[in-house]
């Protein structure tokens, strides 16, 4: 297929899984011989990554004169200033097409998903699902409640159908699960797409587990207490039960938040491991990745589980069981209780060594074949021809 110039949209550049993921996909396309760069809302780009900061952050004599303004008036003005430069940025620098990832990040600075709408005037535009946002809930994600339809992308009805029947709107998802809930909602046949891993990302043999050491679990979140992960809840479990005691098991916590009653010989805190080296090595130190959310999409962190040999215990929920899969991968926990955890550790712990050698090599190939940037570069160039088509 002919080069395009494609332009990526995300509110972050480091920050986040959603970030990462727009990195590692922008990288494949580039890898692809396309044209691509970045409007980020934070920073303006990194060397390997040229990119430009959109924003409505006012100038010192708008923000002087916006103080008597309310709170929602500002807003207002803010993504007003931002839409304009959006507009200013579209006109001078034509694109093949436009790439929205995940932007609820940047609503701060006056993004906003009628950006999507300005986007489409300018070339055709795709949309990548790495949460709920678009589906119009308005966060991140919803476990605890049903969800029913409201807007798309902030879009209403007729106009979300006149776009994609025009192919000036196209959207994807990494997981079936939120393919399939975009599909219920609003009738859209969103395409699948997955997030590829670098080849220093994966390990290149399996790991091991001697028969008398401690079974040792990481598990990690930017912040341990997010209700969603379900962290706290699974390690109190845990903690009351003494099944780290009883299976021989200790639990690294990779993340902030940790609560001191919670912190033990077993339970021990790492707070962040910013450098990419030390979070690789950190898997050397590990057996099993324990993930007990409530609900996810695609964790980058079950992904970079699975290269580097390292199998996964997770609740069955959401996007996670299109990894997860038990005897292959790890082990899906159909509900988080003292009995289903029992039975996971105490197998996990009696685990012979020649059994988990075979589990990590699983795991491995299960990457191999399904993240590798070889893996993924027909997925992408066929997915490309098709937005893109001319």
């Known amino acids: 297929m002919k080069k395009l110039k494609i332009l990526f949209v995300h509110d972050h550049l480091f920050l986040g899984g959603a970030a990462k993921a727009a990195l590692r996909m922008r990288k494949l396309c580039g890898d692809l011989g396309h044209e691509t760069l970045s409007i980020h809302g934070d920073k303006a780009g990194m060397e390997q990554n040229p990119g430009h900061t959109i924003h409505g952050k ?13 709170k929602l008036r500002r807003n207002q003005s803010q993504q007003a200033r931002a839409m304009v430069r959006l507009h200013h940025f579209l006109k001078r620098n034509p694109q093949d097409l436009i790439w929205f990832q995940n932007i609820a ?8 998903c009628n950006w999507i709408r300005e986007a489409a005037k300018y070339a055709p535009v795709t949309i990548t699902m790495h949460d709920m946002f678009y589906l119009g809930v308005k ?7 049903p969800v029913y339809p409201t807007r798309f992308s902030g879009l209403e009805p007729r106009e979300l159908e006149d776009l994609i029947r025009a192919k000036k709107l196209f959207v994807s998802a990494p997981s079936d699960w939120l393919r399939e809930l975009a599909k219920s909602l609003y009738g859209i046949d969103a395409g699948k797409i997955l ?3 670098l080849p220093e990302q994966f390990a290149q043999i399996p790991k091991t587990k001697e028969a008398k050491e401690p079974t040792t679990y990481l598990v990690g979140a930017d912040n341990l207490a997010d ?7 699974a390690l109190r479990l845990i903690h009351e039960s003494g099944l780290l005691q009883k299976t021989n098991s200790q639990v690294l ?3 902030r938040n940790l609560p001191a009653d919670l912190c033990s010989d077993r339970i021990i805190s790492l707070g962040h491991v910013e450098n990419p080296e030390a979070y690789r090595n950190l898997f050397d130190r590990v057996h099993f990745l ?3 959310s409530l609900i996810d999409n695609f964790p980058l962190i079950i992904q970079d589980s699975l290269a580097l040999g390292c199998p996964v215990v997770a609740l069955d929920r959401g996007g996670v069981v299109e990894s997860v899969r038990s005897g292959i991968t790890g082990s899906l926990l159909p509900e988080m209780t003292r009995e289903t955890l029992e039975k996971v550790f105490v197998e996990n712990a009696k685990m012979s060594p020649e059994s988990y050698g075979r589990l990590s090599q699983s795991c491995l190939d299960f990457a191999q074949t399904n993240y ?3 893996s993924l570069k027909p997925v992408y160039v066929n997915y490309l021809s098709g937005v893109c088509p001319n």
């Open 58 to 70: 006012p100038s010192f004599f708008d923000a002087l004169r916006e103080i008597p303004y309310g």
């Open 372 to 374: 590798s940037e070889e």
């Open 195 to 197: 997030v590829p891993l």
């Open 139 to 145: 966060e991140s994600y919803v476990w605890d409640r």
């Open 105 to 112: 990040g940047a609503e701060k600075w006056g993004w906003s």
């Open 253 to 255: 916590c990779l993340g």
């Open 227 to 233: 209700e969603r992960k379900n962290i706290l809840p």
């Open 290 to 292: 324990f993930h007990p």
